[in-house]
């Protein structure tokens, strides 16, 4: 599959991939500062942003987009950075492909199963009328009674867009979303490890990632750091100057 990306900057190549129900418009001021110092590609996910619907959707099919995006690009030694699902993928090709990999940040997301049965975003999202609002308002009202946090229905709204011929759509494949969204909560597809420099970044008010998943993280990657940052589960735009500061001392 071809990946809609936005491309920035000379130097080290960094490959930013979003959380679930994101976009590489998430990305888009940390790539800008990043883009001083590194050559950045923010990718769109499958049934993401800009790039195209597909019936499958779970870690080995995002992975192998991914990987053919470094193949197609001929990106040599790229740092992956994937925040949440974007993590997972990271992740995943990381372990399956570890000669494609020069080093790996993880955004508050742990190599493991996480529950997905009650995801209340899902359920706020489906509970919209996209055939039947007629502003951003309406669908922020549909949304409130599932999400509480105004900037975190904002961020989800970015998905809707206006239909030349009035009225909204879904950008995201919601449907094959929701029909599999166990998937985007399983543990790692491939067995193996990733024995390069890995942080891990969590925000120590999420509870995405514990203490007590240090160990099963370090089976996996051998070489791996943790760092918490003063955040919630969306670390990267909730501290984005912090953030990158970070990234960029480590990558160095």
Do not use: C
């Amino acid at each position: 599959m071809k990946l809609y990306y936005r491309e920035s900057g000379q130097g080290q190549p960094l490959i930013l991939l979003h959380g679930i129900f994101g976009s590489s418009d998430n990305w888009f001021t940390q790539a800008k500062m990043l883009s001083e110092n590194y050559h950045t590609y923010s990718l769109d996910l499958r049934n993401h942003g800009h790039s195209p619907h597909d019936d499958e959707f779970d870690y080995p099919s995002m992975v192998a987009d991914v990987l053919a995006f470094i193949d197609t690009h001929q990106i040599k030694d790229p740092v992956l950075i994937g925040h949440s699902m974007g993590g997972k993928v990271a992740m995943n090709l990381a372990v399956a492909h570890p000669d494609k990999v020069k080093k790996l940040i993880v955004v508050d997301i742990a190599p493991k199963a996480y529950d997905m049965k009650h995801y209340a975003i899902l359920e706020g999202l489906q509970a919209i009328p996209v055939d039947g609002i007629t502003s951003r308002a309406e669908a922020d009202e549909a949304l409130a009674p599932f999400i509480d946090d105004a900037d975190v229905r904002q961020f989800l709204l970015k998905n809707l867009q206006r239909k030349t011929e009035g009225g909204f759509k879904w950008k995201l494949n919601l449907p094959v979303i929701a029909g599999n969204i166990e998937k985007v909560g399983s543990e790692l597809q491939f067995k193996g490890q990733f024995k390069g420099p890995a942080l891990f970044v969590r925000g120590a008010r999420s509870n995405y990632v514990r203490e007590d998943d240090l160990a099963g993280i370090r089976e996996v990657f051998p070489a791996a750091e943790m760092v918490s940052l003063d955040t919630g589960h969306w670390l990267p735009a909730e501290k984005p100057v912090e953030f990158v500061a970070l990234v960029k001392d480590w990558v160095k």
